[in-house]
């Protein structure tokens, strides 16, 4: 038992000292920082779990809201007018490269423009204009005669470069006239739109009560966009349903109401009498109605838009012109001689389907976009996106 209890002591003696030495380490543990212990280096993946990673990686990219990059309207006119440009800046290229200033070169650049649809007289009045600046500086480099020419071309367009003014009347009224197939109701669509989002309040009228597929599509711009149209069933008075309209507008303080008509050949007087019934009526409940009445032209009917113009011009006074589908043909030339024939503003151009594809008419940049693989194509001009 003696003996025992001498174990116990001894044990709690040596638990005692080894407390102590713990205690007397302790400083030592504090100033040195163990080293630790190197990771272990990650096993290769097998070539199923790479796989898998790689499509995990490829799922999170793909649910990243990325928004897609919209191409400016600079990158959308030049596409636009890619046949155009073909017709004229790529063959008036051809023409002047290398090139001495004599008559084969005029008579060349006489046949080039008259194939892009540029016309007859405005043809004549370019070349007429150009032989006489190159007398009078005596140019001998075909390079600077080049330069003199779209100088000219732009000068032409700038003459009836205006941008439409709604917000000189309210209700500003606009009528919209123009041949079956132009895209006329489109193009309506389109500018209603447009001015939605410019916070104006827009009515649309369905004036073109002899197709039923016209008053529909107009219904549907109307749903879409949250704008009220004014219509009446199939075959009713055209001029009815616009006064109706420009009533509705008055009483509404709508800002823009844009009425659309049936489209109508040019060469059909009685049809063209209709039009003039319109504009009478409409003058009735606002004696400056309409404010503007824009002509719809496609670009792809070449000189045929000349006569159109003329015609519509001499029926209800044409304000404005929109010339659509600029991308689908290569006659877009045919905006040169509308503008120096007979000096209407153009508003508007199409040159795609989109609704930003429609846009107001810059003279400079239509040239430019013409001539750009030309004019330093590195540059592009500063424009609305």
């Given amino acids: 038992m003696v003996f025992s209890l001498f174990k116990k002591k001894s044990e709690k003696k040596q638990d005692s000292e080894s407390t102590e030495v713990e205690h007397q380490d302790v400083p030592a543990v504090e100033t040195e920082q163990p080293t630790p212990e190197p990771e272990p280096e990650p096993k290769p993946l097998s070539p199923d779990a790479t796989e898998i990673c790689a499509q995990v990686t490829a799922e999170s990219r793909v649910k990243q809201p990325e928004k897609p990059t919209q191409p400016s309207f600079w990158q959308r006119l030049t596409s636009g007018l890619k046949k155009t440009s073909t017709a004229i800046g790529d063959g008036l290229w051809g023409l002047f490269k290398d090139k001495k200033i004599d008559d084969e070169l005029f008579e060349d650049l006489e046949t080039q423009l008259l194939t892009a649809d540029i016309g007859v007289p405005t043809t004549l009045k370019i070349v007429e ?20 020419l779209q100088d000219d071309m732009t000068e032409i367009l700038t003459a009836v470069e205006q941008p439409l003014q709604t917000a000189t009347a309210s209700p500003y009224v606009i009528l919209m006239v123009g041949v079956n197939g132009v895209g006329k109701t489109t193009t309506i669509g389109k500018l209603a739109q447009q001015f939605k989002r410019e916070g104006k309040s827009v009515m649309l009228a369905a004036g073109d009560t002899f197709r039923a597929a016209a008053v529909e599509q107009l219904q549907v711009w109307g749903e879409r966009n949250d704008i009220p149209v004014v219509a009446q069933h199939t075959g009713a008075d055209s001029a009815s349903v616009i006064y109706d309209a420009v009533e509705a507008a008055k009483a509404r303080g709508v800002d823009v109401l844009i009425a659309d008509t049936a489209g109508r050949l ?62 689908g043909t290569a006659k877009g030339g045919v905006i040169f001689a509308i503008a120096d ?14 609704i930003d594809d429609l846009r107001p008419f810059v003279a400079k940049d239509f040239v430019q976009a013409l001539f750009q693989r030309e004019i330093q194509p590195e540059k592009q001009p500063e424009t609305q996106a």
């Fill in 341 to 354: 024939q007979f000096q209407i503003p153009i508003r508007y151009i199409g040159v795609g389907e989109g």
């Fill in 129 to 148: 204009r150009l032989t006489a600046q190159a007398d009078r500086r005596q140019l001998q480099d075909a390079a600077a005669l080049y330069q003199l």
């Fill in 266 to 327: 040019q060469n059909k007087a009685h049809l063209m009498d209709e039009l003039k019934k319109v504009v009478r009526v409409m003058k009735k409940v606002d004696p400056d109605a309409p404010h503007e009445v824009m002509l719809t032209l496609d670009a792809g009917t070449g000189q045929n838009a000349i006569s159109q113009a003329k015609l519509f011009t001499e029926a209800v006074g044409v304000t404005g012109i929109t010339l659509t589908k600029l991308d």
